[in-house]
């Protein structure tokens, strides 16, 4: 009778699942040990400096955790640090789809309604598509109107489409007639 043989014994098995399971937490922490060295770098503690290259770096060490690690509980936190890096580097389509994630994927995540409002914030003043800032911000009063950001919200959608000098001019009015006269 032939013998069949088995490429693994079981206690073999055992030892390569372990192994696995060590090499992948060492990649996840060898992920994260990188994270926090860009972080580091991206403000410069001495110069208080801005490093674009080290933010690049970082946005895309950000990525590939969350890519790597689609089910870990800091994919939502680097979603959102991955947006604001983008906006900084002027990303303004990549910031978007990292907060577009970020709420869709975790609309219960504390920085939801801040992802929210940074699509808003983003349509409005790097992409200047007034329509679709109008519509984010009403979204997110809808969904947020308790938020620390409800009262920026109201306030970008009166200001939409006015240049500075128009907010300025409407300031100065509203204060000469609550200050009535002298």
Request: proline share 5%; with cysteine; glycine share 6%.
């Amino acid at each position: 009778m032939p013998r069949i043989i088995t490429p693994f014994a079981p206690h073999s098995l055992f030892l390569l699942l372990t192994l696995t399971l060590f090499s992948c937490q060492d990649s996840r922490q060898k992920a994260l040990d990188e994270i926090e060295d860009l972080r580091g770098r991206v403000i410069s503690e001495e110069s208080r400096a801005f490093d674009a290259q080290a933010a690049d770096e970082l946005t895309r060490a950000f990525m590939a955790f969350i890519h790597e690690h689609p089910r870990d509980t800091l994919v939502p936190g680097f979603l959102f640090g991955a947006g604001e890096l983008m906006m900084t580097l002027g990303q303004s389509e990549g910031a978007l789809t990292q907060f577009e994630r970020l709420c869709r994927d975790y609309p219960e995540h504390g920085k939801a309604d801040e992802a929210l409002f940074m699509q808003a914030f983003i349509a409005e003043n790097q992409l200047g598509d007034l329509g679709r800032a109008r519509m984010l911000y009403g979204e997110f009063l809808r969904l947020y109107p308790s938020s620390d950001f409800a009262d920026d919200a109201e306030a970008c959608i009166r200001n939409l489409g006015k240049s500075p000098e128009e907010i300025i001019r409407e300031f100065e009015a509203a204060a000469d007639s609550s200050a009535g006269p002298v």
